[in-house]
C-alpha cells in the first residue's frame, strides 16, 4: 500500500454521481460495496475507491485519522 495513496483518500473528491463532492474517505460503506459488486471505474479514481472500499471493508479507515490532521 503506498503512502501517497492513502493521502490522495483524504484530499481528493468524488467527481460525479450521488455523492460528488465528497471526500473520497468519507464515502459510505454501502456505496463503497455497490461499486464492489458493479465494477470499479477505470483510472485513478476506480483505483482510490477500491482502495477505501478494502480499508472500509476491512474496518482500517482509523488508518486514516492522522492523514486528516496535515
Do not use: C
Not at 9 to 19: A, D, I, N, Q, S
Not at 38 to 45: A, L, R, T, V, Y
Amino acid at each position: 500500500m503506498d503512502p501517497e495513496h492513502l493521502q490522495l483518500l483524504v484530499t481528493r473528491v468524488m467527481p460525479y454521481g450521488k455523492y460528488q463532492g465528497r471526500l473520497i474517505a468519507d464515502l459510505p460503506g454501502n456505496y463503497l460495496n455497490w461499486f464492489a459488486r458493479k465494477g470499479f471505474p477505470p483510472g485513478e479514481i476506480g483505483k482510490l475507491l477500491a482502495l477505501m472500499h478494502e480499508l472500509d471493508h476491512n474496518g482500517l479507515t482509523s488508518l486514516l485519522a492522522p492523514l486528516r490532521k496535515r
